[in-house]
């Protein structure tokens, strides 16, 4: 009896295995990209996606792991990481990003996204995470 049960163990056995390393990998890959953004700006990224929740910007963006962040009114910030440029004017660094996130009226006093009063720390959390957005 217990031999019928045997292949079908054997296939699930190497299903999870398969998932497992799956998984894994992809674990890994996250966990490089974290450690990349991380570098790059001096922000965490996991802090970064909190203020962005708690921030006004998903009235505007849309932006990708922000829940009710569906908006129009700006550009969307998915695959930020990849954009050439920081609304059009600056060349997208982690420095300007930062600079942009603080103040984006002394970049251009006419854009539409208004100054949050948002500090160095906090623009560099939310860069971190806009930057593993790829
Ligand atoms: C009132 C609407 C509004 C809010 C709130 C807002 N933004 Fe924006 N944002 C805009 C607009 C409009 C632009 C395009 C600016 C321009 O081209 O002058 C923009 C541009 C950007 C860009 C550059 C995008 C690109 O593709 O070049 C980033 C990054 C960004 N916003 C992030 C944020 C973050 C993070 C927040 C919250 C802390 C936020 N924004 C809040 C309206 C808003």
Redesign the pocket.
């Known amino acids: 009896m217990a031999r019928r049960f045997l292949p079908v163990l054997v296939a699930m056995a190497l299903i999870a295995v398969g998932v497992g390393l799956l998984l894994g990998e992809q674990h890994e890959r996250r966990s490089r990209l974290e450690d990349r953004v991380v570098a790059m700006t001096g922000g965490d990224p996991q802090a970064g996606r909190a203020?962005?929740q708690k921030?006004?910007?998903?009235?505007?963006?849309t932006?990708p792991g922000i829940s009710g962040a569906k908006?129009s009114?700006?550009?969307?910030?998915t695959q930020?990481g990849g954009?050439g440029?920081?609304?059009?004017?600056l060349e997208?660094t982690p420095d300007n990003?930062v600079r942009?996130?603080k103040d984006?009226h002394q970049?251009?006093p006419?854009?539409?996204?208004?100054r949050?009063g948002?500090g160095e720390k906090e623009a560099r959390d939310?860069a971190a995470y806009?930057y593993t957005l790829t």
Do not use: E, K, T
């Not at 440029?85 to 004017?89: L, M, N, Q, S």
């Open positions: 203020a962005i921030r006004p910007c998903g009235s505007c963006h932006i908006a009114v700006g550009p969307p910030l930020f954009r440029y920081i609304a059009g004017r997208n990003l942009w996130l984006p970049v251009d006419q854009s539409a996204m208004p949050m948002i939310m806009l």
